[in-house]
């Protein structure tokens, strides 16, 4: 019989793990295992009331769920934490409405378990079918964002798996308060409430403990900064899907037109900075700048953004407009505030160069009139979304059509792009004969 050390200190993290965090967790792991083969079997009528009635309850505790959060927005400004950041924590009656309308809206999302991916009858009778099933247990660590606590409850329970959370300090007040409802609108419902759980009281360690739960946890996804995600994929020995940062980028070409490409840049700058599919990096074709870049940077000055550029940006700035000379730090930054590397390149190449070199592989945007340079953007950037002529913001779940969404994979295996029902499934073959055997 082995014995259990009275604290693993082995950890990347630096973080030891108590035995009684580590039991504990495993035992919501288990918990949660239970659960998930009662949803896996569940009819959609049933998934579809209980969402349903997690946003009615979620509704009816907005006052309740917005002092909490009032909570951790004092804490967190206290702390010195960004107004990016900030922006992602904060909850309002409104964002209370849109976070229950997102379940709503995942309730009329078609049931992706039980689908036929594909299907056949081989030359010996045996008919084969590929079909869509729950993945079992999917755990999310995430940080200051509360509604992604409902988001990963909502997309877990529509795909038929149990869901385990760790929202972080920022958030553990709203957190707290938002799973106790959604529990009890389970229960209501009669579905298991332990079909979404949070280990937030466990802190760090706990954290660490869901990343070591191989075996009971069937995913683990991360969603936050760049620390957190690379973390999680280091460290965690239960499967992984890499949610990567966001260091996005506008390139106006050098056909582009002007009238097309400054609400493009502005919407994907400004429409709210703390955010993965904000654009970080502007590149402008050096045949357009002149005629371009300077009221760019002026539209841009005027809306508050911190402008880093490089020589050729700073020689066209107006005198009014301060450009801080921009480092390889800031190509490799995703900002999350209102800052903004600003390039201007020589060639379509040379942009497409420095997207490889430093995106994170998430979203990219061209603005351009030349149907062949978007053709040849949309083959040469490697990123989970290609923008053409349009905003970086919209690589999202929801507005894809999609539905809520659980993270953005910048991954290239399973999933890769905003992440939805289908992405929370796997596959089994079911395969039907009459007698027949192998020779």
């Keep these: 019989m082995t014995t259990t050390p009275a604290l693993q200190q082995d950890h990347p993290t630096g973080t030891a793990v108590p035995p009684s965090v580590r039991d504990a967790v495993l035992d919501v792991a288990r918990r949660s295992g239970v659960a998930a083969r009662d949803l896996a079997t569940a009819p959609r009528a049933t998934k579809d009331a209980a969402l349903h009635a997690m946003a009615d309850a979620l509704v009816a505790a907005t006052s309740q769920i917005v002092t909490a959060n009032a909570v951790d927005l004092e804490r967190g400004q206290a702390a010195g934490t960004s107004p990016g950041l900030l922006d992602r924590l904060a909850l309002t009656p409104e964002r209370v409405e849109g976070i229950a309308a997102a379940l709503r809206e995942l309730a009329a999302l078609p049931d992706p378990v039980g689908e036929v991916v594909r299907g056949s009858t081989l030359p010996n009778g045996l008919r084969l079918r590929q079909v869509r099933v729950p993945l079992g247990v999917v755990g999310m660590i995430y940080e200051a964002r509360p509604n992604v606590t409902v988001d990963a409850a909502g997309l877990a329970l529509k795909s038929g798996n149990a869901a385990i959370l760790r929202g972080g300090s920022a958030a553990s007040s709203s957190n707290t308060v938002i799973v106790e409802v959604l529990r009890e609108a389970l229960r209501g419902v009669g579905l298991p409430a332990d079909a979404v759980q949070s280990i937030d009281e466990h802190g760090r360690a ?3 403990a869901l990343m070591h739960a191989r075996g009971l ?7 936050g900064g760049a620390d957190l995600i690379r973390t999680v994929v280091q460290e965690a020995t239960v499967p992984v899907v890499e949610t990567g940062t966001g260091n996005c980028h506008v390139y106006v070409d050098a056909t582009a037109d002007p009238a097309v490409a400054l609400p493009i840049i502005m919407n994907s700058k400004t429409q709210r900075v703390g955010v993965c599919n904000a654009a970080e990096t502007l590149l402008v074709h050096r045949d357009a ?4 870049l300077p009221d760019a940077l002026v539209a841009l000055h005027r809306a508050g953004v911190t402008l880093h550029g490089d020589e050729r940006t700073a020689g066209l700035a107006p005198a009014d407009v301060p450009v801080v000379p921009a480092t390889e730090q800031d190509w490799a930054t995703e900002y999350l505030s209102l800052d903004l590397a600003v390039r201007v390149v020589d ?9 490889r070199t430093w995106s994170s592989g998430h979203t990219e945007a061209i603005v351009t009139r030349d149907l062949a340079a978007s053709e040849a953007f949309v083959a040469q950037v490697d990123s989970a979304a290609v923008m053409v002529n349009a905003s970086t913001r919209f690589t999202d779940g929801a507005q894809f059509g999609l539905g809520a969404e659980i993270g953005i994979s910048t991954q290239k295996m399973h999933a890769r792009g905003p992440m939805g029902l289908p992405e929370l499934t796997t596959t089994k073959w079911v395969v039907h004969g009459e007698g027949q055997i192998r020779g």
């Design 206 to 208: 706990g954290a660490v």
């Design 347 to 355: 060639s379509f190449e040379d942009a497409v160069e420095h997207i």
């Design 217 to 223: 946890v069937d995913l683990l996804v991360p969603r």
């Design 289 to 292: 700048a002149t005629a371009f």
